[in-house]
């Protein structure tokens, strides 16, 4: 098991890095050219920046077993189907049972704005989204060391 970390501009990586440190996993933080990033305790690969590259490494690394951390739907998703658990930034753990209504949420925010429509942006961070996902990941280390994995 690993954790893989879509790291583009991602405010848990300090978090990720750590519980993983703390538990002995393995960590990867990828991101593209423009965030080129470096923490001890994680490995960093980065890969040339365009669209969705960054989403396509961290894909074409991932195993079965393996958490991945990302706030993009359609990655999420994709990890789902590869077998891996998949976080959010704030906690929230995507999984076959709530994906398909977050990628239709989605796709209707898109329509919306193809058609000139405007939608809120995203609300600033708060200290208990950090919180929640640090517990959130520690919840899932912890059931996988519980079933031997770790």
């Known amino acids: 098991m690993r954790i893989l970390v879509d790291a583009d501009a991602c405010p848990v990586v300090d978090e990720t890095v750590a ?11 990828l991101c593209d050219t423009a965030h080129v990033l470096r923490r001890d305790g994680a490995e960093t690969v980065t890969v040339s920046q365009g669209a969705d590259s960054v989403d396509l490494a961290l894909v074409n690394r991932l195993r079965p077993g393996d958490v991945a ?10 990890c789902l189907a590869r077998g891996a658990r998949v976080l959010r930034q704030d906690g929230l753990e995507y999984t076959n049972d709530n994906i398909d209504g977050l990628l239709l949420l989605r796709q209707q925010a898109a329509r919306i704005r193809r058609g000139g429509g405007r939608l809120k942006g995203p609300r600033r961070r708060r200290p208990e989204e950090d919180a929640a996902f640090a517990a959130a990941l520690r919840r899932i280390l912890t059931e996988e060391t519980q079933k031997g994995v770790i």
């Open 19 to 29: 519980l993983a440190r703390a538990f002995g996993v393995p960590c990867l933080l």
């Open 69 to 78: 951390v990302t706030q993009d739907f359609g990655l999420a998703a994709l």
